[in-house]
């Protein structure tokens, strides 16, 4: 049934679906008889559609799990002043950990054994926060490379611009610089707008920042 159907009870006369111009006539309570079956209908197929979208959905979804005694990383996001497509932030998200965990509260939450740095924070956090570790001594992040925040955020800032580039559109030419960010690699450079990184970080251009410089 389509929408305009169950909306005004008739089908649409078009092109593509041409009826009868009569219309059926229904008083009283033929009205509410005939709505009541419109909406079952319609709440039958809904159910199917719903139902077949979570069957796909469950083939790839898993539940975690954790034992009292694991290590787990702790996700923390990268805050930048630069709004790119509504939201702040674009780098990857990083960890931090390993912690081990205390209890199991609730079906998806964990009390986890947080430093000393942490302990301004609630040591509870949903399943979704929390990566599993397996013991290895270099996967170790310290707490001293980045300054948390409450909010488990941190603040990104650039360090060098690696290259500058011309993007050509189809009225202007917009200048774009490539800029490598603390506690990233050179892998995770990003491409940012010349003018709105002068603006924010103009120490950037005129201290001596720029890496394409110290490459020459």
Known sequence: ???YEALYGRKCRTPVCWTELS???MIGPDIVKDTEEKIQIIQQRLKAASDRQKSYADLKRKDIEFQVGDKVFLKVS????????????KLSPRFIGPYEILKKVGPVAYQLALPGELARLHDVFHVSMLRRYRSDASHKISMQEIQ??????YEEGPIAILAREMKQLR????????????????EE????????????????FGSGMNFEDEIS
Request: aromatic share 8%; net charge positive; proline share 9%.
């Open 1 to 3: 049934m389509a929408p």
């Open 23 to 25: 219309e059926n006539k």
């Open 78 to 89: 990268p805050w930048k002043h630069i709004l790119r497509f509504g939201k702040k932030g």
């Open 148 to 153: 948390v925040q409450q909010d488990l955020s």
């Open 171 to 186: 009225n202007k030419s917009v200048p774009l610089v490539k800029v490598l960010w603390q506690h990233h690699g050179m």
């Open 189 to 204: 450079a990003t491409w940012e707008p010349e003018k709105t990184m002068k603006a924010q970080y103009p120490q950037l």
